[in-house]
């Protein structure tokens, strides 16, 4: 069985094509910049060689015929027919409280996600733009709809309810409904695979580190909280957005900075040109941030110190809330490849049990392994995300019924 998975951004469409009895890539690759004149097509397929080419794609239809095209190439495709692809997963950022699960799409299920856009307004159209092109370019191939919200819905009403009045909910549907749950999914798993034990035994905290960040409490496999909220720009100080804020700064910009008045600049700055980006005033990319520390950078220093700070803070109230905990799994772009962030986060954790081995932390490897001490209490794991595998795999499921 081959499953192709599909993420569409607001100016991309990333793929992956799985064959699922190994679970390994066949084919892989992104169309970037649609509807741009820089855009370009980046595509590899295994044994060969990664291809990248400048493309004219005026729309995500244009780009999933790109790359059915490539996939079908007589001399460089993947597949015969279409016929060999059983389903397509597509990666759904919000799906609000309509949808906890994973489900087959029909007509009813893409009436639901349009009820979603107002609350995702920067990825639901895309998502649905490229549910559409998928069903033009691959007839009669089931697709399956994965939310990145899905896998919090376990959270207790009072995790994910705003103190706000009840209308609000009732209404808006305004609660804290989290993201990265595919890959704070993923990694649990792997976590109990690792540690030896049923997931169903464990507490664990997982801390998805990258231009965006969330760290959520697992409970015997169930989530008890996560730091993002009802978008995605709550929680820890990210790449370029701010986390928590004191929500009476806003009323305070709208009445004194005229050009904050529109609700879309102010998105823009909380969202794009805040967090170590606005700290730094270099960069949202940690890489850049590190070196400019090493390189005597004061508001580089300070930006680093309060990304890793306000981590530590989340992993320390979920320690809190788990009662203790058995792992600290690391993921993510920043999570999986940068030991001074895992380093800065980890020090002083003493008393709740958690001490890493430097040298270990510090190689230079992309691979799942434990990097705390013998007599950590609590152990330290880095663990390559793969909400692409995750995404297949539950396509599958519902495929199968499994």
Avoid at 85 to 101: D, L, N, P, Q, T
Avoid at 148 to 166: C, E, I, N
Avoid at 322 to 335: C, E, Q
Avoid at 352 to 372: A, C, D, H, M, Q
């Amino acid at each position: 069985m081959k499953v192709l998975v599909v993420n569409c951004g607001s100016s991309s469409v990333k793929y992956t094509l799985f064959k699922m009895d190994n679970e390994k890539k066949v084919a892989w690759g992104i169309v970037e910049c649609i509807g741009l004149p820089e855009a370009y097509y980046k595509r590899q397929s295994a044994g060969h060689e990664e291809k990248e080419d400048s493309v004219r794609v005026k729309n995500h239809t244009q780009a999933v015929e790109l790359v059915i095209k490539e996939l079908l190439d007589k001399e460089n495709g993947s597949i015969q027919s279409i016929d060999e692809i059983a389903v397509v997963g597509h990666r759904i950022v919000h799906g609000g409280e309509k949808f906890s699960k994973p489900v087959l799409v029909t007509e009813e299920v893409k009436e639901g996600l349009k009820e979603c856009f107002s609350i995702a307004p920067l990825h639901t159209p895309a998502h649905y733009a490229g549910i559409e092109a998928v069903e033009k370019m691959l007839p009669g191939i089931p697709s399956v709809l994965v939310f990145d919200t899905a896998f919090h819905q376990t959270m207790p009403d009072y995790s994910y309810m705003y103190a706000l009045p009840y209308e609000f909910y009732e209404k808006d549907h305004i609660r804290r409904y989290g993201f990265h749950g595919t890959s704070h999914n993923y990694v649990s798993q792997r976590a109990a695979v690792m540690l030896g034990k049923p997931l169903s035994e464990l507490k664990l905290i997982t801390a998805h580190l990258g231009n965006g960040s969330s760290i959520t409490a697992i409970e015997r496999g169930k989530v008890i909280d996560t730091s993002m909220g009802f978008t995605p720009l709550q929680g820890v100080v990210m790449g370029t957005r701010c986390g928590d804020i004191d929500p009476a700064i806003i009323a305070y910009l709208l009445e004194f900075y005229p050009e904050y008045k529109d609700a879309a600049a102010l998105n823009i700055l909380l969202n794009k040109k805040s967090g170590l980006m606005g700290i730094s005033g270099l960069s949202g990319d940690m890489r850049t941030i590190v070196k400019a520390v090493a390189a005597g950078n004061k508001k580089a220093k300070l930006a680093f110190n309060m990304l890793c700070y306000s981590i530590k803070k989340y992993i320390s109230a979920y320690f809190g809330v788990l009662n203790g905990a058995d792992a600290l799994v690391f993921t993510a772009g920043i999570g999986e490849n940068s030991p001074t962030v895992r380093e800065q986060i980890c020090s002083n954790f003493q008393a709740l049990g958690i001490e890493i081995n430097v040298e270990e932390n510090n190689k230079p490897l992309n691979s799942e392994r434990f990097i705390s001490t013998p007599e950590s209490k609590v152990k330290v794991i880095i663990i390559p995300t793969n909400e692409e595998l995750m995404i297949a795999r539950e396509s599958k499921k519902v495929l199968t019924n499994e």
